[in-house]
T-cell receptor
Framework: NAGVMQNPRHLVRRRGQEARLRCSPM?????VYWYRQLPEEGLKFMVY????????ESGMPKERFSAEFPKEGPSILRIQQVVRGDSAAYFC?????????????FGNGTRLTVT | AQSVAQPEDQVNVAEGNPLTVKCTYS??????LFWYVQYPNRGLQFLLK??????LVKGSYGFEAEFNKSQTSFHLKKPSALVSDSALYFC??????????????FGTGTQLKVEL
């Protein structure tokens, strides 16, 4: 039973390029969450999505960042015109339902480096 | 706003000794509390959760946590530490909102180092 799959594991982009991070939730999970982990900091919530809907994007920067979770295919976190400050580990998590007894299952993350 | 504090950046313990990793929380309403562990270059793995009921919660790998409402704490414990327990530990809280949602607020993490 595959867990949450994220790719790529490592991504290097030059300033100004676009970064696309993919996340396939666990089988049977329809809720996806994106978190960002900066060095020496904890995980910061970015966005919560269900299929074809953004439920909570209160942690997303107002510009350059977007997320989607289409009916078919993985969830995508897209960062346009990357800057050095975007360098971080980005983690995707999924859950089976939004209920309180459903823990989040995390992927191994995508480590973005902006040069 | 809800928040979680992990007052120790690092905890050092000798193998075989008991360990405690501290966590305090601040929420309005009933908290739902979680502990996760992160090994190098990996995602977070769920250890245990407190929803309701007994204040002592048992989880994976011999870990347990004690919920203390009066002290707003949820400390992680293990009676006998192993070198393989060395990792980064995160406490998290979820506030139940109208409409659901599983958004967690994480602490900054505590690096546990278990030495021989």
């Amino acid at each position: 039973n595959a867990g949450v799959m994220q790719n790529p594991r490592h991504l290097v982009r030059r300033r100004g390029q676009e970064a696309r991070l993919r996340c396939s939730p666990m089988k049977g999970h329809s809720h996806v969450y994106w978190y960002r982990q900066l060095p020496e900091e904890g995980l910061k919530f970015m966005v919560y999505l269900q299929k074809e809907n953004i439920i909570d994007e209160s942690g997303m920067p107002k510009e350059r960042f977007s997320a989607e979770f289409p009916k078919e295919g993985p969830s995508i976190l897209r960062i346009q015109q990357v800057v050095r400050g975007d360098s971080a580990a980005y983690f995707c998590a999924s859950s089976r339902e939004e209920g309180r007894n459903s823990p989040l299952h995390f992927g191994n993350g995508t480590r973005l480096t902006v040069t | 706003a809800q928040s979680v504090a992990q007052p120790e950046d690092q905890v050092n313990v000798a193998e075989g000794n008991p360990l405690t990793v501290k966590c305090t929380y601040s929420v309005s309403g009933n908290p739902y509390l979680f502990w996760y562990v992160q090994y190098p270059n990996r995602g977070l793995q769920f250890l245990l959760k407190y929803i309701t009921g007994d204040n002592l919660v048992k989880g994976s790998y011999g870990f347990e946590a004690e919920f203390n409402k009066s002290q707003t704490s949820f400390h992680l414990k293990k009676p006998s530490a192993l070198v393989s327990d060395s990792a980064l530990y995160f406490c998290a809280v979820r506030l139940i909102l109208t409409g659901g949602g599983n958004k967690l607020t994480f602490g900054t993490g505590t690096q546990l180092k278990v030495e021989l």
